[in-house]
């Protein structure tokens, strides 16, 4: 039976005969045209990279920032509609400081990526517009060690070793799974992300791009922290010489 029509993507609470909910893919689609945004998990850290787009040279670099903190120990990479990203950072943070006030502790991890997931499902149920993002959560303690959740338009949450997602997705995830994330330090995951945003990049169509990056881990005391420009330039640098590198061998 066709799902293709008038009436079946007017809202999300309308399901298609074969099941679907059009303003959900509608969604997710939004994430998939967005910069590549990956997320490795090592044995001592978490580090989060996303292509961000300067629309105009006349942004500052720390416009439209990708990687913020929820709190001071959980990460936030964000990928899609950048409005829609601010909102569930507000809503995230909120619920951390909520959390924070009433047991005097800082909220888990896993506990603040299923709040955020059902704040997020909410908007799949009525006459709400759902959010066009993905949402990375990444946290790092000496009881749990590295932790990372991805939430996606649909409300669904997932812990990953490493995931991607973006317009180069498939092509990311491609190159993560070629690496052994365990064995690798927290310096190497950096060098290796900006390798694989550099990589996947469509050179004819991504032109102004800026890789911006965060970790949390064993070095930083568990706190995410973005990564300081000048490691990300020379991580840039060390991932273009061995793209070279690996070029030159295959001829």
């Not at 500052?60 to 936030?76: E, K, P």
């Not at 964000?78 to 909220?107: F, H, I, N, Q, W």
């Amino acid at each position: 039976m066709s799902s293709i029509g008038t009436g079946y993507d007017l809202a999300a609470a309308t399901f298609s005969p074969d099941g679907r909910i059009f303003q959900v893919e509608y969604a997710q689609k939004a994430v998939d045209n967005s910069g590549t945004m990956i997320a490795v998990r090592g044995k001592t850290g978490v580090v989060t990279a996303v292509d961000k787009v300067i629309a105009s040279k006349l942004y500052l670099s720390t416009t439209n920032a990708r990687v913020a903190n929820a709190d001071t120990h959980v990460g936030m990479a964000m990928a899609g509609l950048y409005p829609d990203c601010r909102s569930l950072l507000d809503y995230a943070v909120g619920e951390a400081l909520d959390y924070l006030k009433e047991y005097r502790t800082p909220m888990p991890t896993h506990q603040l990526a299923s709040k955020l997931a059902e704040y997020v499902h909410m908007f799949t149920l009525g006459i709400s517009r759902p959010f066009g993002c993905a949402i990375f959560l990444s946290s790092w303690d000496k009881m749990k060690g590295a932790q990372l959740y991805l939430i996606e338009p649909s409300g669904l949450s997932y812990e990953y070793r490493a995931w991607a997602v973006g317009k180069h997705r498939q092509a990311a995830k491609t190159e993560i799974e070629k690496l052994k994330l365990t064995d690798l330090s927290m310096d190497e995951l950096v060098k290796e992300a900006a390798r694989i945003i550099i990589t996947v990049r469509d050179e004819t169509k991504d032109k102004n791009v800026q890789i911006e990056m965060g970790w949390v881990g064993e070095h930083t005391n568990g706190k995410h922290q973005l990564i300081p420009d000048d490691v990300v330039k020379a991580a840039e640098e060390w991932a273009k010489a061995k793209i070279e590198e690996d070029e030159n061998m295959d001829e």
